[in-house]
C-alpha cells in the first residue's frame, strides 16, 4: 500500500520548536518533489514549503521563510520540517504531499498525487 505518513504535531509555546516527518512505505520519496502545505481552522489550505528530487531546490512561502526548513533524508525515505520561532499563527494540520514532477514550482509541489494523513501542530500564545 502506497501511502505517507506524517508525525512530530503537537502543542508548543510561541516561540518553541517542532519538527514534524513524513515518511513514505511503498514507494520511494527521493523521485519527486514533496511539498508541506497546511490547513489552519476556517481556512483553505495553502503551500508552505517545496524540496525537490534532487534536495537541489528548497522554497518557502513569506510566511515561513527564515523559521523553516526543509530536508531529505533518503535512507530512511523521509522528509523533514524543522520549524523554528513557532507563532500562534502558524497553528494547523500540517501535510505532505508527493508531486507528479521531480521539481517545484515555487514553494508549492505541482498536482500532488499522494497525500498524508496530516498531524495537528498547536502553538500557545
Known amino acids: 500500500q502506497l501511502q505517507l505518513v506524517e508525525s512530530g504535531g503537537g502543542l508548543v509555546q510561541s516561540g518553541g520548536s517542532l519538527t514534524l516527518s513524513c515518511t513514505a512505505s511503498?514507494?520511494?520519496?527521493?523521485?519527486?518533489?514533496i511539498g508541506w502545505f497546511r490547513q489552519a481552522p476556517g481556512k483553505g489550505r495553502e503551500g508552505i514549503s517545496c524540496?525537490?528530487?534532487?534536495?537541489?531546490?528548497?522554497n518557502y512561502a513569506d510566511s515561513v521563510k527564515g523559521r523553516f526548513t526543509v530536508s531529505r533524508d533518503s535512507a530512511k525515505n523521509t522528509v523533514y520540517l524543522q520549524m523554528t520561532d513557532l507563532k500562534p499563527e502558524d497553528t494547523a494540520i500540517y501535510y505532505c504531499?508527493?508531486?507528479?514532477?521531480?521539481?517545484?514550482?515555487?514553494?508549492?509541489?505541482?498536482?500532488?498525487?499522494?497525500w498524508g494523513q496530516g498531524t495537528q501542530v498547536t502553538v500557545s500564545s
Open positions: 504531499a508527493q508531486g507528479r514532477n521531480y521539481y517545484c514550482s515555487g514553494y508549492v509541489v505541482e498536482d500532488p498525487n499522494y
Open positions: 511503498g514507494f520511494t520519496l527521493y523521485t519527486y518533489a
Open positions: 524540496i525537490s528530487r534532487s534536495s537541489a531546490s528548497t
